[in-house]
């Protein structure tokens, strides 16, 4: 290669893709209806992305230097490598087309399903609230450069104008996020097709060259986890061969590898001594290379693009420090560069777009806009010395200072109670002695049904809350529509003939939100959208002092719930972690200290329900297996204080009173001890997107408690059919004990519309009445 372009002072890793508004997310939904075309879903996506160039040139990142990373997706960047490498499941080879190539509509399909097709499993992108679709190799799978989209991408920002850096997922990270095809053998390994799949790469890297890329980015954060199952000497090795290819390719452009979420540790010398230009390491979350032996002599000849700017929340920061700590890096490498730690998707797209956050706490924060802001004050700062931008970094301390001095940041109620607990308060009864007193108040049959707990948000649920917001519907008026959503839903779930009832939440905007607006040391924002999977977008509230509950927040719907039906009714409460996994949380203290303030709130809404009659109540953690730290080292203690949260909150109840939990699109065996000793008594878990992965975990590992593993993978619009779901309670069935089994969805129905939730509730109770049939059991139907 010929010396290659410098890299850009300052950049980022990637932006929010959705648009401002969600227009990315609105027109996706209008292709899936049928009420736009293919292209002009393609002439939106472009408009978008020619906005964000315009933006992030504006912002000050460079319009011809490669600082613009290319990142855009439709739907899911590890799909897209999917489909750039053409990973295709055999089940779905009738939507190739002749070239070789997938449209959008077959795009989309492997991510939602079609027909009798399962759509691609989805799980958690690390340690983040973002989902990805995972691939599916085997032997049988045949790479090939089946879609150029990142080179036309390339193509269309050069002819606005743009140098930008074309992005993709790296192979290593790609084959150790892939699960083996149905038609692998046992044993077998994704990575093991790596020699495969090099190819490919290489035939990218030479395209986008040939098309005047300077530098192309590539993603490997999967070599910052010990979550991985994969040996970590095969993973280097991996790592090593990977780099060594396609360093040493006779044409491509310079190679920029990150490694996002964390520190690479012992991949930072393999990667430091691989052929590449540049390397990216996550300084927020991570370790400088100084805390690894014997580098400097490694780095001497790369660019070392420093992550000091947090990708993946949204505070202001320490600006100095960041600054300082970029500046130890210079004796390490060749040049030193500016870098946000992630990719920006984590965030919304600006603070500007806020108007009631009020100017205190907008003074403290830092979206993705302004991120790029500190991104160009810090590359200055490294270029210039700090004089250059002395203003800045004391307007961020400033902030700093006003934030920690702040009414309500810290509450000396709250600190005195959590001060206070003793091993008491987080342990209840045996579990044998709940389950008698539980039998004896509920009366349940054996395979007992019910639902996650929310039901279809439709239009008329969405508009009132809307009016309601704007002042146009009155509180008495929108609670009385509440009221009559959750008698359809009660008596729908009635006919249907489930067991345990829920309200259906047609109050709640969102499972965390809800619980945000109506707790002390939350804000909530208007348009902080972030992507969490697909075209679902959610706004994460911004937690920032201490946490307290003012008064009851879910009694009156769950007892209304309840007077319309003598079945059960759920109450339904987020969790602590989950509160924390998809909030904003405050960084000025330990995790565990906000999570145990959160469980004490829950505690006493927990406490209220049970006095008013609720004898059920459900507290969600889907969130569990995302924030379990990705080092070895660091996972004890998360476990200890995330499980020690959720006991906290449910441990005041009576025996009579059932604590159920949810679980959801994670890895679970991982934690599946950690599910145990959150002492649930019934725990209801995803499980048909993964065809009942989790079973096999249950039975190698042991699990006592009650068991809802999941029938009916909501996130497909698929209606799953009676056969289809005997056969999923079977596969449960043969591995954990009848007394043991709920049946359920694999999650909430917010996002589903009813006919499809009718018709697949139906299903699941006719599914479940044949088995019912089968084992004998004398239950009444």
């Known amino acids: 290669m010929s010396t290659p372009a410098p890299f850009p002072s300052g950049t980022i890793l990637g932006y929010p893709r959705i648009g ?16 736009i075309s293919a292209d002009e879903l393609e002439t939106t996506a472009a408009g978008l992305r020619a906005a964000t160039r315009e933006r992030l040139a504006g912002l000050g990142l460079g319009r011809t230097d490669s600082a613009i990373p290319e990142s855009f997706s439709f739907y899911d960047q590890v799909l897209d490598t999917a489909v750039t490498v053409g990973a295709v499941p055999t089940r779905f080879a009738s939507l190739i087309q002749a070239d070789g190539t997938l449209d ?34 085997g032997p049988e799978t045949v790479f090939s450069l089946a879609s150029d989209r990142i080179v036309r991408t390339f193509d269309e920002a050069r002819a606005a104008g743009f140098l930008t850096r074309p992005v993709i997922v790296g192979p290593v990270t790609f084959l150790l996020l892939s699960k083996p095809s149905d038609a ?15 190819p490919v790469y290489a035939t990218l890297l030479d395209r986008l060259s040939a098309a005047g890329a300077e530098w192309v980015q590539i993603d490997e954060p ?14 280097l090795g991996a790592t090593r061969f990977s780099y060594e290819t396609l360093g040493r390719l006779a044409r491509r452009p310079s190679i920029f590898v990150s490694a996002p979420y964390g520190s690479l540790d012992d991949a930072l010398p393999v990667l430091a001594a691989a052929p590449i230009e540049a390397l990216g390491l996550d300084l927020v979350r991570g370790a400088a290379p100084d805390a690894t032996p014997n580098l400097v002599a490694d780095l001497t000849d790369k660019t070392l693009v420093a992550g000091v700017v947090d990708g993946h929340n949204i505070w202001r920061g ?43 706490l907008t003074s403290w924060l830092a979206f993705a806009d302004e991120k ?51 091993l008491a308060d987080f342990s209840r009864g045996t579990y044998e002695a709940r389950l008698a007193a539980q039998d004896e108040a509920l009366a349940l049959p054996v395979l007992p049904t019910t639902t996650i707990g929310s039901f279809p948000q439709t239009s008329e649920i969405r508009r009132a809350r809307a009016r309601t917001v704007r002042g146009t519907l009155l509180a008495e008026e929108y609670r009385q529509l509440m009221r009559a959503e959750i008698a359809r839903v009660v008596t729908l779930q009635e006919e249907i003939g489930l067991d345990v009832l829920v309200h259906g939440e047609p109050e709640r905007n969102d499972m965390v939100q809800y619980f945000a607006e109506n707790l002390d040391g939350f804000a909530v924002t208007e348009n902080g959208w972030v992507q969490s ?44 972690v989950t509160i924390l996994a998809w909030s904003f949380v405050r960084d000025d203290q330990p995790l565990g200290d906000t999570a145990r303030q959160i469980a004490l709130a829950l505690r006493d809404e927990i406490g209220d329900l049970e006095a008013a009659g609720i004898g059920i109540v459900q507290v969600d953690e889907p969130a569990l297996r995302e924030l379990l730290p990705l080092k070895t080292k660091d996972q004890a203690d998360y476990l200890d204080w995330s499980v020690g949260s959720f006991r906290l909150a449910t441990a005041g109840v009576t025996d009579a009173t059932q604590i159920h939990t949810h679980l959801c699109y994670s890895e679970f065996g991982v934690v599946l001890e950690a599910i145990r000793n959150l002492d649930a008594d019934v725990t209801s878990i995803e499980a048909a997107r993964s065809r009942m992965d989790v079973v096999r975990d249950i039975r190698s590992q042991g699990f006592d408690h009650g068991i809802g593993p999941g029938v009916w993978d909501i996130h497909s619009p698929r209606v799953p059919s009676v056969q289809e779901l005997v056969g999923l309670l079977d596969t449960a069935l043969e591995s954990i004990p009848t007394r043991q089994v709920w049946v359920n969805p694999d999650c909430g129905l917010k996002t589903r519309g009813y006919t499809e939730t009718v018709e ?20 009444s139907a």
């Open 372 to 422: 790029i802001t500190q991104v160009a004050v810090l590359a200055r700062g490294l270029r210039e010395g700090r004089a250059a931008v002395a203003v800045e970094l004391t307007a961020a301390s400033d902030a700093l200072a006003a934030r920690a001095a702040a009414p309500g940041v810290t509450s000396a109620p709250v600190r005195a109670r959590t001060a206070a607990l003793t």
């Open 533 to 576: 999977y697909g075209s679902r977008c959610t706004r994460p509230s911004i937690l920032w002092g201490d946490v307290s509950r003012p008064a009851p927040i879910t009694v009156d719907w769950a007892t209304y719930a309840q007077s319309l039906t003598a079945k059960p009714v759920k109450g339904m409460l987020t969790g602590p």
């Open 760 to 779: 697949s509730l139906q299903n699941m109770m006719a599914a479940t009445r044949s088995v019912r049939a089968r084992l004998g059991a004398s239950v």
């Open 222 to 235: 999967a070599l910052v986890s010990q979550s991985i199952d994969t040996p970590r000497a095969e993973t």
């Open 104 to 137: 959008l509509a077959g795009y989309f399909t492997l991510a939602r399903g079609e027909g009798s097709s399962l759509p691609l499993e989805m799980t958690k992108w690390f340690d983040s609230n973002y989902h990805y679709l995972v691939p599916e190799i």
């Open 184 to 198: 692998a053998p046992a044993g077998f390994s994704p990575l093991s097709r790596l020699d495969d799949l090099l």
């Open 318 to 360: 320490d600006l100095g420090a960041a600054l300082e700590r970029a500046e130890g890096l210079r004796a390490l490498a060749a040049r030193v560069t500016i870098s946000t730690s992630t990719s920006l998707l984590h965030v919304p797209h600006s603070v500007a777009d806020e108007s009631a956050l009020g100017v205190e």
């Open 20 to 35: 401002r508004r969600r227009e990315l997310k609105k027109a996706v939904e209008a292709f899936w209806a049928g009420s």
